[in-house]
């Protein structure tokens, strides 16, 4: 795992990645609205730090609470700003940490990423899952990605969320990024999505 503490930041410039993109941001009870702001700059930042613009990058993004919410497609992320506007209109959608819910949701998105290019699944998360009906709820949804040739990587803001649970979603231990706490994510933006450009590269 990596772990950042650093909080000066700089507006990163975009790495060297063509890349489909679907970055799945926590809405869910336990985020106060200062840190859903937070994560808003957040995602922002690296989709531009990921190359997102016309002819390079695409990005979808999801916001998930008790369920989930695609405020951009991957066919709409055509461009940066369209991105930001999305992504500052979402909504809080509020109740318990369903992370199965939004993976899910990835992998409907990323059915319809049809480009011969890195497929990246970024889950931001500040907790453990949420009550659901399975003893392994993201079995399915885990094995589904990969069967797509999607690389997940996650995003563990604070001490809240339960390492091995979030350690069965990446193939790697060093794909999940330890953030501890919200203010911590802006500044680390340029080191999270180096190591993921390397990786994707």
């Known amino acids: 795992m990596n772990s950042f503490i650093c909080f000066s930041f700089k507006a990163p410039k975009p790495e060297n990645i063509i890349a489909d993109v ?4 926590d809405s869910s009870d336990s985020v106060t609205s200062l840190n859903f702001q937070l994560e808003k700059k957040f ?11 016309p002819d390079r990058s695409r990005s979808s993004v999801i916001f998930y609470g008790s369920k989930y919410d695609i405020v951009l497609s ?4 055509t461009n940066l700003d369209g991105l930001k506007r999305a992504v500052d209109s979402a909504s809080y959608v509020d109740g318990p940490r369903r992370m199965d819910l939004a993976l899910e949701a990835a992998t409907s998105v990323m059915n319809q990423a049809t480009r011969d290019v890195p497929k990246i699944v970024i889950l931001l998360t ?11 709820p993201f079995r399915n949804a885990v094995k589904a990605l990969a069967d797509l040739g999607a690389q997940t990587y996650v995003v563990a803001i604070s001490s809240e969320p ?6 069965g979603l990446v193939d790697d231990r060093d794909d999940v990024f330890e ?11 340029t080191q999270i999505s180096k190591s993921i450009a390397e990786k994707s590269g």
């Open 126 to 136: 500040a907790g453990k899952q949420g009550s659901s009906n399975t003893p392994f």
């Open 22 to 25: 679907v970055v799945l941001v």
């Open 179 to 189: 953030v501890p706490q919200f203010e911590g994510l802006l500044p680390q933006t």
């Open 74 to 77: 991957l066919d709409e992320a």
């Open 162 to 167: 339960d390492k091995q649970e979030l350690v």
């Open 43 to 53: 995602v922002k930042a690296l989709a531009r730090s990921l190359n997102v613009a």
